[in-house]
């Protein structure tokens, strides 16, 4: 029976003919070349693309030397009779020297499944690596047929948590003209900046998967390097990863440092007695101090104070809307917070003692 699909004749006619020609083995048959590559199988070929040095080596190789290509023999199913199991790049080959036939045998399959499966255990056998966006296609295609982590994992030779990654969409990954990317180099090198001398610090270092001395310089050109270079590549993940650190890196590197200024008092407390190490936060007096009636007798005692106290290390600050730093450690002696350390070196005042009890 004639292929009218393909336009070819029947497989006997192709098979008398061979060994009429007197170069047919048993089982061989002879196609023509330009129909093979035309029709290409329904799920197409399990490759993005074929490398060309392989098919010039392929080409050298003698025809009587050349691996058959395996042909799907189901005449039950004409959407896959006829088409290539295995041997794209010999039949490539054969193309690129304008060769009008090609050798080929017929493998019995019975549906378009196992010509799936069998072609992807052809190729996984003796064929050239497959990437991993083509094994995730293959992965894509099995499942589709119903089958499960297990039975792929053994069908390409992988492991079942391989499968399973490749079943995961990839995460997307910023390309180097987005404006992430951007953002990420402008941060970069402003976190460069900020690194006061010039050796990076270890963390640092960690970051950027160097080890070392590095100076700026060379921390700069390494940070844009990643930025321009990030790509949809699962190998290129890394580099994600590293920009998303350098971001908690620039967050940390911005945090206002302690100043060891011995003229600037403002930041933090060194003794606990020493009030003009100390600043007043109205909002955090607003919570120690109980808001009463007693605004006036407080206004009064700080008076009274002022200059029994002076000598003492106890001084009047006044803010605007803001209270006392005497009457900051009054709240503190009446919570029960530090009540002897804040007392202790205060001289009490008449009247100091009325208001605590009350």
Known sequence: MTTRIFERRDARNLINAGN???HQADGVIVMNTEDLVDAMPPWGTLREEYDYETIQLRSEIPVADRQLVELADCPACPPIHMKVIDGNYFLLAAEHNAEETVRCKLTKVSNEEEAFSLAVTRNCRHGQPLTKDELREIVR???GYGWNQVKIAKQLGISQA???????PP???PKPDSPSTKRASAACS????????TE?????????GMSGNVTKDSFLQKILGIATSVKADQSKKWACKAVEKLF?????LQKPTPNNNPDDDSDEIDEPDDDSDRTDDPADDSDIIDD?????????LITDCDGSTQDQGARRIEEPGGPSKLGELTGRADSGENRAEGLSTLEQPPGLQNIQTE
């Open 190 to 197: 402003q976190a460069a900046e900020k690194v006061p001398s």
């Open 141 to 143: 295609q099995l499942s």
């Open 171 to 173: 995460k997307p990954v």
């Open 200 to 208: 990076l610090p270890p963390e640092v270092l960690t970051v950027i």
């Open 162 to 168: 391989g499968v399973s990654r490749l079943i995961t």
């Open 20 to 22: 009429s020609a007197g």
């Open 248 to 252: 908690a890196l620039i967050a940390e």
């Open 292 to 300: 009463s009636d007693d605004s006036s007798d407080e206004s009064d």
